[in-house]
């Protein structure tokens, strides 16, 4: 019975994402095609449209993430090795500076891309792009003002942003004031990856997040 439950559940949670991506798309080309009206200027209607075309593409972004657990779920919870397409992971989190990049567009916040390498590095493709990409989301979501500063190096990728921060118990139980579903994934990424995962309060203002992947990362280059 548990078996069919948790197949159950995995069958609904694809099947209705799959559903919510027709309105969603709808939505999007709508406000698209508001946007080319005279009118849609005026800065009342250009704030409506904005707010909406960010809640838009927060439910494409919760509709993706739920499609690739349901389709992720049990190989999640298994213990066998790792696959996939792999990439660069500098081109990976320009890619996802890029693909967020809306979230800050009515926003004073710089973005700063680091990079620390020795040498061009790999990923899996999938993998790091969901996990990175939530982490960039989060910064970009939750920072009104200031900065956003990627850095990468050969054993970690990490965020900073001078957003509101988090607070340590919240950060443990992946709650931290809307930060919680995001994060979890990440730490289910990086479980699964071997990967080590943290997040605190940087050390002036805002939030730091990491993601530790030496050993894990090392072996996946050796792999390929």
């Known amino acids: 019975r548990i078996e069919d439950f948790v197949e159950h559940e995995v069958r609904f949670s694809r099947d209705a994402s799959h559903e919510l991506r027709t309105p969603v798309t709808s939505i999007k080309l709508a406000l698209d095609l508001i946007a080319e009206a005279p009118d849609a200027r005026s800065p009342g209607l250009a704030k409506a449209l904005d707010r909406i075309r960010r809640a838009n593409s927060d439910m494409e ?21 790792v696959t996939g397409p792999q990439d660069e992971a500098l081109t990976l989190i320009r890619q996802c500076v890029d693909s967020h990049r809306s979230l800050i567009a009515n926003k004073p916040v710089k973005v700063e891309i680091v990079d620390e390498t020795t040498e061009p590095r790999l990923v899996y493709r999938d993998l790091f792009s969901i996990a990175a990409g939530n982490l960039i989301r989060n910064a970009f979501q939750y920072t009104e003002d200031g900065q956003v500063t990627v850095t990468l190096t050969d054993d970690s990728v990490t965020v900073i942003d001078t957003g509101r921060g988090l607070s340590g118990d919240a950060v443990q139980k992946t709650e ?37 992947f030496a050993s894990a990362f090392r072996s996946a280059d050796t792999a390929a």
């Not at 993706?64 to 090795?81: H, I």
């Not at 994060?183 to 990491?210: K, M, N, S, Y």
């Open 176 to 212: 931290p004031k809307g930060f919680g579903f995001g994060l979890e994934l990440v730490r289910r990424i990086c479980h699964r990856c071997g990967w080590h995962f943290d997040a605190d309060d940087a050390p002036t203002q805002g939030t730091r997040a990491t993601i530790h």
């Open 61 to 81: 972004h919760l509709i993706n993430t739920l499609l690739w657990l349901s389709r992720e779920r049990r190989k999640l919870e298994r213990a066998g090795p």
